[in-house]
Every structure is written in structure tokens, then in C-alpha cells.
């Protein structure tokens, strides 16, 4: 989760210039709901042919995850290169892309078959990492089941002038086989009867786990206390994260 590679929206540039050959794979992927394992490479050395061989025995029988080969020298890749700092990364070095455009995993070096299939993650991971590079607040709601109701508290914080720009609900069951090791992963046990709120801050910060009944005053104080809230001295929630509590006994 504490991913900090920022996804960089270049659809227009794509459009002006004519997108390269990996950047269409990569948007072709993306249209298919495929993951893309793009491998950057200097040379047709060892460690690069060790890394493709991995990739491609890894993904040889599945249908959600493609490899895209770029090599680092190649002049129609150079905005690709450069969008993921691809020269600064020592080589080989493999970056995993989510069909939303997420960056899910970066290996540098080498990657073993284990975790090539680890970095292919749930559809509800995906929405949140993709919401935290875009520098947004996720508010994860597992569910019982599709018909239960978004918590109130979690609609109000959405709503409010000072979140609602830059917060993202992202809905999950809580009896999903596909989301049940990313939720075991941050705290949520499966089996619930209601709903169970995950609140996340950029780059990857977890601001609290909470029951259904949580209210928008709570969610925007441990925002506060996270420092992940606004920047006005002067906010309520800033103030009443920073008062002194009461002892405990």
C-alpha cells in the first residue's frame, strides 16, 4: 500500500504524438481488463533474459496479464521511459500495471514466479491504489452483501466542501473469495456482520479501521491526527485532533 510511484493521466500527449508501440499494448491491455508486466531493459543480458523467461512462464497460462518488453534505449519509448523514471532504476527492472493504470509492484533486478502472480491483485485493491496516486482519501466499505447501504458517516465525509473533491468510496464484500487475502492483509475479518470502514490517506497511510456506526466528526479528526487533513491552522478537525485528552485510568 505505501506506494508512491504518481500515475501520470498522458492521453493527450499520446493523441498529439502518436502513442509508441508499448503504449498501445499497455492501453489495449488496459481495455481487455488485463494486468501489463512492462519490463524495462538496457541489454539482452543474463538478468534479462532470466527476467523475461520468469515472466513468461509465470503468465503462460493465464489470460488476465500480458508482458510488455520496452528497452531503455529505444527512441519511440522515450515517454514511456521517462513517465516511469525507467533510466534510474537498475535494470532489468519490471513494473506492474493494474487494467486501471495502478501501479501495483516495481522489481528491479529480478522477480521470481511467486510474485509475479502476487502483484495480479483483487479488483478492490486496484481502485484504492489507484486512488492513492492520485493523491485521494479512500474510504474502503466492506459489505456484508451488495445490498447494504454505504455508511452515514462515511456519506457525510464524502459530501463535505472539504473532502468531497478528493475522496473516494471504494465498496467490497466481505465474503469475497477474490478480496479475501488483500482484507486479511489490512485488518478486515471476514465473516461481519455489518459493514467494516478502511480509511486510507496518500501515499499509503492507514488512518483507522472502524465499525459501520463511525461518524464524519470522527473520521475527520484521525485524519487530522494522521496530518493527512487540510492545511488551515484554523480547521476544527485540526484543533480537536490537537487537544489534550483526558487521562486514562
Not at 51 to 70: E, I, K, S, Y
Not at 108 to 129: C, E, F, N
Not at 181 to 202: D, N, R, W, Y
Request: hydrophobic share 45%; aromatic share 6%.
Amino acid at each position: 500500500m505505501a506506494m508512491t510511484m504518481a500515475i501520470t493521466c498522458f492521453a493527450i500527449a499520446e493523441g498529439a504524438r502518436g502513442a509508441s508501440p508499448a503504449e498501445q499494448a499497455i492501453r489495449a491491455a488496459g481495455s481487455n481488463n488485463q494486468f501489463v508486466f512492462v519490463m524495462f531493459y538496457r541489454g539482452n543480458d543474463a538478468a534479462t533474459k532470466t527476467m523475461h523467461g520468469t515472466l513468461q512462464t509465470a503468465l503462460a497460462n493465464r489470460q488476465d496479464a500480458v508482458v510488455v518488453p520496452v528497452q531503455i534505449g529505444d527512441v519511440s519509448e522515450q515517454a514511456l521511459v521517462k513517465q516511469f523514471d525507467a533510466t534510474r532504476m537498475p535494470m532489468p527492472a519490471t513494473v506492474t500495471l493494474a487494467p486501471n493504470g495502478a501501479v501495483c509492484s516495481v522489481f528491479p533486478r529480478r522477480i521470481t514466479a511467486p510474485q509475479v502472480v502476487a502483484a495480479i491483485v483483487s479488483p478492490g485493491q486496484t481502485q484504492i491504489l489507484k486512488a492513492l496516486q492520485d493523491r485521494k482519501l479512500v474510504l474502503l466499505c466492506a459489505q456484508p452483501n451488495a445490498d447494504t447501504s454505504v455508511p452515514l458517516g462515511v456519506r457525510q465525509f464524502q459530501s463535505d466542501a472539504l473532502y468531497n473533491s478528493r475522496t473516494e468510496i471504494v465498496t467490497v464484500l466481505l465474503d469475497d473469495p477474490a478480496e479475501a487475502e488483500f482484507l486479511t492483509k489490512i485488518g478486515v475479518k471476514p465473516g461481519q456482520p455489518t459493514p467494516v470502514v478502511a480509511f486510507m490517506a496518500p501515499p499509503g497511510v492507514m488512518v483507522g479501521i472502524f465499525k459501520d456506526s463511525v461518524s464524519f466528526n470522527v473520521l475527520a479528526e484521525k485524519l487530522a491526527t494522521a496530518g493527512k487533513c487540510c492545511d488551515d491552522e484554523n480547521c476544527k478537525h485540526h484543533k480537536s485532533a490537537q487537544a489534550p485528552q483526558p487521562a486514562r485510568r
